[in-house]
């Protein structure tokens, strides 16, 4: 009641606003304004967009430090498929020390086929496609591995579906050792081993040459646990000859990695190959050894892969910094546009104008000199009395 007894001013009522704003008399609108103001917002949103997924996105920082964990055990997985009888051949791990590790740990045999069945084959065929297509285009595709958190491939091999007819032709080899972070080697050749005080024998004497068949399947070997973004090389390779006395030889560098994720953390080691294949001539007199050699030595350097992203406050100073940016260049390129276009028609549009004055200027020249007045001769009326005077009322 006591609002609708007061004379309120309401034009004070609408014009009242917590934010000033431009008048409408100061605002000029153009269509070159409005098409900058539309290209604007689209780089903006563009810019925004840009900026977050980079920011969700991460970076990884590759370092190389000394390897002080000298001290420690390297894990080394094996799977191995050799085409020879379990009874015929022996492995063993010998380092640099002369400790056969084999001692420490054992690797369990497996008597089997050499024939894989249908689902084996097409595992391996699959295991050896991917690990060669990542070996080749690593360089390409090693931020996706390291940041994907989910191994290449799975490496475990199908059971059998049914068992051959014959007697097994096979020996698999796997299991996990613990060895030295030294030079060593992981050898499967002929006979079984015999531990020596200072080393070990193979006792091969009572095996006939002709049965020599060194021809293999690497199905695993990896050293340390499984993480994401490794590549093992020799996993997926397989070997088949026909001589009867071949050295196939493996030389293997080991790195350790230290892997820093922002989900997760862990310790692994990656390694890289050369292979060398010879023929051992096995002759009375010859010192020729004919078998599968992995010998391998680790580095004295670690790497160290960090993933890395940007800090909320650095987000935000490159996003407004990336929006002032873009304020600031359209207003610029607005009003250059704008001035250039106000001469460009001020100069061509005033000329027209100036032409079409002073054709305007002449015609009226022309018509008064037409219709100018000779006050000479003046004509004047014969007699007085046809002049009707009017005056005016008093």
Not at 25 to 52: H, P
Not at 265 to 285: F, I, N, P
Not at 289 to 315: H, P, W
Request: aromatic share 12%.
């Amino acid at each position: 009641m006591m609002l609708r007894k007061r004379n309120i001013n309401i034009k004070v009522v609408k014009e009242l606003d917590a934010f000033p704003k431009i008048p409408e008399d100061y605002r000029k609108q153009s269509a070159v304004g409005g098409a900058f103001s539309l290209a604007s917002f689209c780089i903006i949103i563009y810019l925004i967009y840009a900026e977050t997924s980079y920011f969700l996105d991460s970076r990884l920082e590759f370092k190389f430090e000394p390897d002080t964990e000298y001290n420690s055990r390297l894990q080394m997985n094996i799977d191995v498929t050799v085409a020879m009888p379990c009874s015929q051949i022996g492995a063993d791990v010998v380092d640099s020390t002369n400790q056969n590790l084999m001692t420490l740990d054992t690797l369990r045999e497996e008597d089997t086929w050499w024939d894989l069945t249908p689902d084996q084959r097409a595992h391996f065929e699959a295991l050896k496609h991917m690990n060669s297509y990542f070996r080749e285009e690593y360089h390409a595709i090693h931020e996706l591995l390291w940041k994907s958190n989910q191994l290449t491939f799975s490496n475990v091999m199908p059971k059998r579906t049914y068992t051959p007819s014959y007697p097994p032709n096979a020996c698999r080899i796997y299991g996990t050792l613990n060895i030295n972070k030294v030079a060593g080697n992981f050898h499967v050749t002929c006979g079984k081993s015999l531990t020596l005080p200072r080393g070990h024998v193979h006792i091969s004497a009572f095996m006939p040459e002709r049965e020599y068949n060194f021809t293999h399947r690497i199905n695993r070997f990896s050293f340390g646990k499984p993480s994401p973004g490794i590549i093992h090389p020799l996993e997926g390779e397989e070997k088949v000859t026909t001589e009867n006395a071949v050295l196939f030889q493996y030389f293997i560098e080991v790195v350790s990695t230290d892997i820093n994720m922002l989900m997760y953390k862990s310790k692994t080691y990656q390694y890289s190959v050369q292979d060398h294949e010879v023929k051992a001539k096995l002759r009375k007199g010859s010192h020729a050894i004919s078998g599968i050699f992995f010998n391998y030595d680790t580095s004295a350097l670690k790497i160290k892969v960090i993933q890395e992203r940007d800090s909320i406050c650095q987000f935000l100073v490159k996003l407004c910094a990336s929006i002032g940016c873009i304020f600031v260049t359209n207003g610029l390129l607005n009003n250059m546009v704008q001035n250039f276009w106000t001469i460009f028609s001020y100069k061509f549009f005033q000329n027209q104008e100036d032409k079409s004055h002073q054709k305007i200027t002449v015609n009226n020249k022309a018509n008064q000199k037409i219709k100018s007045i000779n006050l000479v001769n003046v004509f004047t009326p014969s007699s007085v009395d046809n002049v009707n005077i009017i005056s005016k009322p008093q």
